[in-house]
């Protein structure tokens, strides 16, 4: 199968940034693909779907993340990531 | 942000005693409550705040460590208990194993960074097996005091 690699970058949108709850949904969302994803924020780069890892980033509110699928469906992978992150805003946008 | 700014000293309880998770929360908290550290929050108040965000969804992710959490306008700065079970605590982690150790934190409402960073320095940790497995091995609140303060200044730990 054919290893496509996807790169983009995202920032966190919600006040009160990557916290546990938002965290367990990127890994919910990522770990619903094939693809192999990694995150990384200026000095980290942590396993999208490791809980413990992604509440490592320490992503505050305005943190640019690079997030990098590799994997039969990495394109979709990134497409749904970014929809969490910066449209959905892990469903805690300000009010 | 080191571990060691936002663990309170005066709430390691190397042996708890409740079997239940809501009976360790409870035992957590009042230490914290006892060592004077939640400002003007009730013991009470922030018992069942914990268990109802712990409800919502279980900070237990895994490989024997649960990481309950919860913000409070009540405390004016980031303090964090440390208890050890030995026998193991239930607390429906994501692995479905038991719990030995288990970090409360309480974050003041109106600082997310810094909740952020403390939760970053807790899990830099807890991701280490060596850390988890001294953390599970000390017998004592001086043993686990110094493993905080050793895992700052020694990150190979």
Known sequence: MAKVVSEIEVQIRNPDGLHMRPAMQFVDTASQFASDISVSSNENVVDGKSIMQMTMLAATHGTKLKIKAQGPDADQAVVALRELVEVRQFDEGQA | ?157
């Open chain 2, 1 to 157: 942000m080191k571990i060691s700014d936002v663990v309170c000293y005066d709430a390691i309880l190397p042996d708890l005693q409740s079997s239940t998770r809501d009976g360790v929360i409870t035992e957590l908290v009042k230490a914290l409550d006892g060592a004077g550290a939640l400002g003007t929050a009730s013991a009470d108040e922030i018992i069942k705040s914990v268990i109802k965000r712990e409800n919502e969804a279980s900070t237990g992710l895994g490989r024997g460590v649960a990481v309950p959490h919860i913000k409070h306008n009540g405390v004016k700065k980031v303090v964090a208990a440390i208890g050890r079970s030995v026998a193991g605590v239930s607390f429906a982690s994501l692995d479905k194993q038991p719990v030995y150790s288990i970090i409360l934190l309480i974050s003041p409402i109106d600082d997310p960074d810094k909740h952020l960073q403390a939760m970053e320095s807790i899990f830099r940790h807890l991701q280490r097996d060596n850390f988890r497995k001294f953390l599970r091995q000390s017998q004592s609140a001086a043993a686990i005091a110094d493993l905080v303060k050793e895992a700052d200044e020694n990150p190979s730990l």
